[in-house]
């Protein structure tokens, strides 16, 4: 079965400093992966998204993730956050053919400080 | 373009008593999944809807069942409630062959006394 590892559980930030959460997970075939974010009373929302291609991928609100196949990593980074991205986030991923039930990590809650 | 909706918003049941929730889809979306969300967690997949069947299925018990319908809504029900049911449900639609990105609503929280 697959599974999904995030690393850091409670991350605080300065604003402007930069940020790097860690995903990763175990899988032997080619997965989708995904980074979403629950903000403060709000629903998950979908940060990025990668299925094929560049593995830098560029999302929302200067987000960007890269995959690392031989890693099995797909970190989350951002040069310099902001007070607004205090949020939830996290790491998915579903297998690129049949079963495509996402797999969540645990989340890593992100508060900056401002 | 409305998003995925849930309803009710927050409901509190009590040990042994049956709960229904539901949730619309994304408009154009055909597929609706259900994830159970507990406290400090990330949300574990509960089963998946696509043209009125059950297609896929994580690893929940039997008191949990589902239904879709034909204009692509969706119910779940738990049967036999525990207090470990406690939790924030998560309805998502995706639209099958499009790479399945699945979009969440805002959730049930369920509370069991």
């Known amino acids: 079965a697959q599974s999904v590892s995030q690393h850091n559980h409670h991350v605080i930030l300065s604003e402007a400093a930069s940020l790097e959460l860690g995903c990763n997970y175990s899988?032997?075939?080619?997965?989708?992966l995904f980074w979403y974010v629950q903000y403060p009373g709000q629903h998950l929302q979908l940060l990025l998204k990668?299925?094929?291609?560049?593995?830098l991928v560029k999302g929302i609100k200067g987000f960007e993730a890269e995959f690392i196949k031989s890693k099995f990593s797909f970190n989350l980074r951002k040069p310099s956050v902001q007070w607004s991205d205090t949020a939830e986030y996290f790491c998915a991923v579903n297998p690129y053919t049949g079963r495509r039930a996402l797999t969540f990590g645990s989340g890593t809650r992100l508060q900056v400080q401002p | 373009d409305a998003g995925v909706t849930q309803s009710p918003t927050h409901l509190i049941k009590t040990r042994g008593q049956q709960v229904t929730l539901r949730c619309s889809p994304k408009?154009?979306?055909?597929?609706v999944s259900w994830y159970q969300q507990a406290l400090g967690q990330g949300p574990q997949f509960i089963f998946q809807y696509y043209e009125e069947e059950e297609r896929q299925r994580g690893n929940f018990p039997d008191r949990f069942s589902g239904h879709q319908f034909p204009n692509y809504s969706s119910e779940l029900n738990v049967n036999a409630l525990l207090l470990g049911d406690s939790a924030l449900y998560l309805c998502a639609s995706s639209l099958k062959g499009n790479g399945e990105t699945q979009y969440f609503g805002p959730g049930t929280r369920l509370l069991v006394l």
């Open positions: 408009s154009g979306h055909d597929t």
């Open positions: 990668y299925f094929s291609g560049d593995p």
């Open positions: 899988y032997g075939g080619t997965v989708n």
